[in-house]
């Protein structure tokens, strides 16, 4: 399956906080922990009037499996592409007549900080980042450093260092709006082409950097691939850079540090979800 004109960004998380704890109760009385479901993020796609790609990242959780495992939940007039759901899946709306496809992904904190792969087909257990890497290359998976100036980034010396063995770095990242040209300054010099995301923690904060790529085959996972490294390469692809909210990246820091905090002293475990 070939589509034209998809605009793309590969870099969301959907909402932060994605297991227990008061917030997430207070999520559920309010009836919003029942939106957090495949139709929901396709939705959003679909708002854009156009075919869209999402890159769905997991960050020591598995939200991925667990919107994937609602496509049951899907309203008449849906179709399903999900041929290849441990990489990837597709929602088609009739009516609209369009795709929402969602990309699977992890971000994953390394020795030389954090590192991004797309198209993964399981998890990859948080360590050294040459052992990430020979995973994520293992499985054919897109290796991408994301906010590399930003916090946690890997940084110019780790690009050089590890140039051989990543397909992209992200040129925007939302959250860090003012580091784009240095990013893909960094980008051009090691030859490593770039992508415009949102990184994104908040369903309408999506698509707020983006790019649309001519045209992405959705055949294989392996055609996916290819296509979004030439489109990423393409000169003719359409760049748009934007920005989060102003304080969205402290926010999402301190949610961040605080679940990880429960994690490790045991308050909160996290489950293994399996796609079904």
């Known amino acids: 399956m070939r589509l034209e004109n998809i605009k793309t960004d590969l870099h969301t998380h959907g909402w932060t906080g994605q297991e227990s704890g008061f917030g997430q109760f207070a999520l559920k ?4 922990r029942g939106k957090r479901n495949l139709q929901t993020i396709a939705e959003k796609g679909f708002e854009q009037k156009q075919n869209t790609l999402i890159g769905f990242v997991n960050f020591d959780d598995t939200r991925y499996q667990k919107i994937v495992n609602t496509k049951g939940e899907l309203p008449k007039g849906h179709n399903l592409y999900d041929d290849h759901v441990q990489r990837f899946v597709g929602v088609y709306d009739k009516g609209k007549n369009l795709w929402s496809f969602v990309l699977r992904g992890q971000e994953i904190s390394t020795n030389k900080r954090h590192v991004l792969i797309l198209g993964n087909n399981k998890e990859i257990a948080r360590r050294t980042i040459e052992d990430v890497l020979k995973e994520a290359k ?23 260092d590890y140039k051989d063995e990543i397909d992209l770095i992200e040129y925007c990242n939302s959250n860090f709006p003012g580091q784009t040209e240095q990013a893909k300054k960094i980008g051009e010099k090691f030859c490593i082409p770039g992508l415009y995301n949102s990184d994104s923690h908040d ?4 698509f707020s950097s983006y790019m649309v790529f001519p045209e992405l085959d959705f055949s294989n996972w392996g055609k996916l691939k290819q296509s979004i490294i030439g489109c990423a390469e393409d000169e003719g692809t359409i760049c748009h850079a934007g920005k989060n909210r102003k304080f969205e990246t402290p926010i999402h820091i301190l949610s961040v540090y605080y679940n990880l905090l429960r994690q490790k002293i045991g308050v909160v475990k996290m489950p293994e979800y399996e796609i079904e």
Do not use: T
Not at 29 to 32: A, N, T, W
Not at 142 to 156: A, F, Y
Not at 203 to 206: I, P
């Open 29 to 32: 009385i309010l009836g919003e």
């Open 138 to 160: 293992d499985m054919n998976a897109l290796i991408v450093g994301d906010h590399i100036l930003g916090l946690k980034g890997m940084g110019e010396d780790n690009i050089r």
């Open 203 to 206: 369903l309408n904060r999506m």
